[in-house]
């Protein structure tokens, strides 16, 4: 039902108004009041924990940024190193950006890292290559199986076939007094 609501301000509209309409106008013991009364106190004293709740999670969010850009800036510089041939600077990065060996991904590098530079046309170094497969272990562990890498550089990109290539080199057999050996190509 529409109502004419008159009004001394001289401002006010000539519309027409609502019928409860406008600000409400309720006793402080109306039942009303009474039922959103406690729950406007929890709220009022509930703000102040919201507002802390939000700074700590801001705070936290920022930590996490900083976490990830090292993160990226550490595993890149260690593909930098790992493609100039320089692994040993390659691991100290890669183990940089993850220090707590939990990243499948660079864990794979790190392994890779001990085959080229434990990989010689004469000989293949048993320690180096141990080194990796035990890397390589760990980063199939983390990924729940075979890591795959997406990077068009590498020859080898899965663990399953850097595996082979590791566990080649540590078996001794009678190419590895085959002067051919010589014109192999490092992967």
Known sequence: MIAFTPSTDSTASTRPALRGAGPSRRSPGSPQSL????RNRRL???????????EATLAEASKVQAATDRYFKAFEAGKRHFFDDRFREA???????????RDARTRFYVAYSFY?????????DDRL????LAALQRATELAGGVVHADDDRLLLR?????????ERGILRDASDVDPR???DRRK
């Open 158 to 166: 899965t663990s399953d076939e850097l595996r082979a290539e590791l």
């Open 35 to 38: 039922a959103t009364e406690p």
């Open 44 to 54: 009022a004293a509930e703000r102040p924990n919201i507002e802390k709740e939000i």
């Open 181 to 183: 050996r010589v014109f």
């Open 91 to 101: 691991r100290i990065a890669f183990e940089r950006a993850d220090p707590a060996a």
């Open 116 to 124: 080229r530079e434990g990989w010689g046309r004469f000989y293949h």
């Open 129 to 132: 290559y141990e080194q990796g």
